[in-house]
């Protein structure tokens, strides 16, 4: 009768939702696993309760089941209740009041100093795109702007002279963000050399415009670093962040306040900038593990 239940419940699921086929595939998986423990208890998916449930939650903590697998298992049950609800075929929910596993937050990956400085050194400057190339990853590094600053940035939001960016993060929030003497000395030899070379006459007020005149896409920066994290040896998983990540666990690193880097992120929520403090202190014992006589 399982079976043949869970059988209709998918079809009626993705009829409803469209879920993709590994999404179908995983809750059924899920509650064919749940259904094969309550059978050891003989019991079905129609006739358990929240007990019965959380006793096969903590076993699966036991064995090792990682909370996000969990998670997932929960919402395929809660998803499946609440058909059977409406179907008439059980009066209560016995998923309703019990709470998903807390997942932890991943820690975003970032490069160490060493890294950053062969991912700098990657584009061929000698070519005008190339010089764009090293002065959009000296800024990005310099300032930890998100990229969808970072490839909106006008000429007009920067301030040589106070070596500051004027820019508008999320929820259209200005902030002043501070740019070392080395990402400002490329993004003026740029501005005042290659960009003419680069946009060849056309107008516009991209800071690191394309050969078309236009901005940079997401996906084209996307695409650019992995290109010259591929030809510096990184052998990581990086996205379009990456170096903005970097920016703020190196500050961290070096002994920079959090509420500081708060405020250089544009972060609303210091919780948000935390999860940093937690890259950072990962760092630190890695140091300790390889260099202490005893780590």
Not at 227 to 239: D, P
Request: net charge neutral; aromatic share 8%; proline share 3%.
């Amino acid at each position: 009768m399982n079976d043949s239940l869970i059988d209709v419940f998918l079809d009626c699921l993705w009829a409803e939702f469209g879920l993709s086929a590994n999404t179908i595939k995983a809750y059924r998986t899920d509650l064919n696993q749940y259904v094969d423990w309550l059978n050891t208890q003989h019991k079905d998916l129609l006739n358990c309760s929240s007990a019965d449930i959380s006793s096969y939650l903590a076993i699966r903590l036991n064995a090792g089941v990682s909370a996000r697998s969990s998670a997932r298992f929960l919402s395929s049950l809660k998803r499946f209740y609440g058909y059977a609800l409406r179907e008439s075929m059980v009066t209560a929910d016995p998923s309703a009041h019990i709470d998903s596993p807390k997942l932890g937050r991943s820690l975003p990956i970032t490069l160490t100093e060493t890294d950053v400085e062969n991912l700098l050194l990657a584009p061929d400057i000698s070519q005008a795109i190339g010089y764009r190339d090293r002065a959009m990853l000296e800024l990005l590094y310099a300032s930890g702007l998100r990229v969808s600053e970072l490839i909106g940035l006008q000429l007009g939001q920067v301030n040589f002279r106070q070596g500051l960016l004027r820019v508008t993060g999320k929820g259209n929030k200005d902030r002043l963000v501070p740019v070392g003497e080395e990402a400002l000395s490329w993004l003026a030899n740029f501005i005042e050399q290659e960009r003419s070379d680069i946009i060849n006459n056309k107008q516009t007020d991209f800071v690191f415009p394309t050969s078309r005149g236009t901005g940079m896409t997401r996906q084209a920066f996307w695409y650019l670093i992995k290109r010259y994290a591929g030809q510096a040896g990184i052998n990581k998983e990086i996205s379009p962040h990456t170096l903005r990540h970097a920016f703020a666990t190196h500050l961290l690193n070096h002994g920079a306040d959090l509420r500081v880097v708060q405020l250089l992120l544009g972060h609303s929520d210091l919780s948000t900038t935390q999860i940093y403090t937690h890259v950072a202190n990962e760092r630190l014992k890695d140091i300790h593990e390889k260099f202490h006589p005893r780590g």
